[in-house]
């Protein structure tokens, strides 16, 4: 009866159109009742102690050093080396978006800045080159979505302070996993795209290369710095992010001076506006989280999971197939912050690292920004485009297909995960 009423509430408020966060309270109201629990001090209390989060305050940093990235002209000269290095071959610009999604990835963490960055620089190229529009978009939200696996990662924060799982060890995990989906792109984008005539941007002679790269050495600084300093214990994730925020604030006022102090107002505004968003939700989720963990709906999912739970590759095929549904209707970050508490019981149960399942876990849920009806990024770059949302679902398929492949295949051989995570934890 307890899962009937958390998944009713959660349902017929989303139904009614009521803003994640708010749904989250409205469940929780709903459980309360139900356990004859209701006290409004408990739901200000947990609001309060979801947001107060050491590890929490890299969501800001982050999203400010990813709108830093855009205006500051970081986002640019990343597509400019991807440009000098491949733009020349048979469908570079597509392999061009493939490698600028990867380095933007390493950059900001966000699928939907990403996303929109990307579209609105390469599709109007692609097209006057004679790529198919709907494919061209649907390559670049692909793309986008590599974002929340490749460190810095905001997925990774979120799943991280809900799960109590090391951040930093998910990020370190997150990089081979997120270059695999980048390969997997690269992959069905010359499997789709080799029978169009298109025509190719003339080869950059080795000083136009050399250029580029020097130029976009400070961008590429970014990515090394953090990796570098998780590996060797420098910072922590929201020391990281703090980094991230002021060293690309740097290169865009003295380094590339393509960005005005100004500037900088408008773009602290709108990274706050993206982080409140997030905090509520969090906020939110952690008074749900409390009557989950209360009415012990992981125990009941966990009986509900016992034939699975002697073969945990089977359990996470079944995990897999059922976040994916979940995906289709929900935003990435409510799915992270409803299911965590739930799942990871049973995850623990069966002997599944936690690393291992965040991994898997995250790169289900970014898939779920492209999948329709929801797909956040999708829309993104459907209104970036200005193509409908019907013909950019049918040029992402071969494309969400390739990364669905590659979920599998990390379901399948775990090492592919935690072989990567030990070399870099050493």
């Not at 992959?187 to 190719?200: D, G, L, M």
């Not at 690309?248 to 968003?277: D, N, P």
């Not at 906020?283 to 992981?298: E, G, H, K, N």
């Amino acid at each position: 009866m307890t899962l009937v009423i958390f998944l009713g509430s959660l349902i017929g408020s989303m139904a009614l159109g009521m803003p994640i966060a708010f749904a989250l309270l409205v469940v929780s109201v709903a459980l309360m009742f139900y356990l004859d629990l209701f006290d409004a001090q408990i739901i200000a209390q947990n609001l309060l102690n979801g947001a107060d989060s050491f590890p929490l305050m890299a969501v800001p940093f982050f999203m400010l050093a990813g709108e830093i990235m855009n205006v500051g002209g970081l986002s640019k000269r990343i597509v400019n080396i991807a440009m000098a290095l491949v733009g020349h071959k048979r469908g570079g610009l597509g392999y061009v978006a493939i490698i600028a999604s990867c380095l933007l990835a390493s950059l900001s963490g966000s699928a939907v800045a990403d996303a929109a960055a990307l579209a609105a620089l390469l599709v109007p190229m692609m097209v006057l080159a004679g790529h198919n529009r709907a494919r061209s978009a649907g390559l670049i939200a692909a793309g986008g979505i590599i974002a929340p696996v490749i460190p810095p990662s905001i997925g990774f924060i979120v799943f991280g302070v809900a799960s109590g799982v090391s951040i930093s060890k998910l990020f370190l995990a997150g990089i081979v996993p997120g270059i695999m989906l980048g390969m997997a792109l690269a992959v069905a984008w010359w499997f789709v795209s080799r029978s169009e005539n298109v025509k190719t941007p003339p080869k950059q002679s080795r000083a136009e290369v050399l250029r580029a790269l020097v130029e976009g050495s400070w961008a590429m600084g970014l990515p090394i710095i953090i990796i570098f300093g998780l590996k060797f214990g420098i910072f922590t994730p929201t020391e990281a992010a703090v980094v991230a925020a002021v060293y690309s604030l740097f290169v865009s006022l003295v380094i590339y001076r393509e960005m005005k102090v100004s500037q900088l107002y408008e773009v602290i505004l709108s990274s706050a506006k993206t982080t409140s968003v997030v905090m509520l939700l969090v906020a939110a989720a952690m008074v749900s989280s409390w009557l989950v963990t209360i009415a012990d709906l992981p125990g009941q999912l966990a009986a509900v999971l016992e034939p699975f739970m002697d073969t945990p590759t089977l359990l996470l095929v079944v995990i897999m197939l059922m976040i994916i549904l979940v995906g289709t209707v929900m935003d990435m970050t409510p799915s992270i912050l409803i299911l965590t508490p739930v799942l990871m019981p049973a995850i623990t149960q069966a002997g599944i690292d936690p690393v291992y399942f965040g991994v898997l876990f995250l790169i289900n849920t970014a898939i779920g920004l492209i999948t329709p009806p929801v797909g956040t990024v999708l829309n993104v770059v459907s209104g970036v485009s200005k193509l409908n949302i019907e013909e950019i679902v049918r040029g992402v398929w071969p494309f969400l297909l390739a990364q669905l492949a590659v979920l599998f295949l990390l379901v399948l051989f775990p090492q592919l995960v935690l072989g990567p995570l030990k070399f870099f934890t050493g």
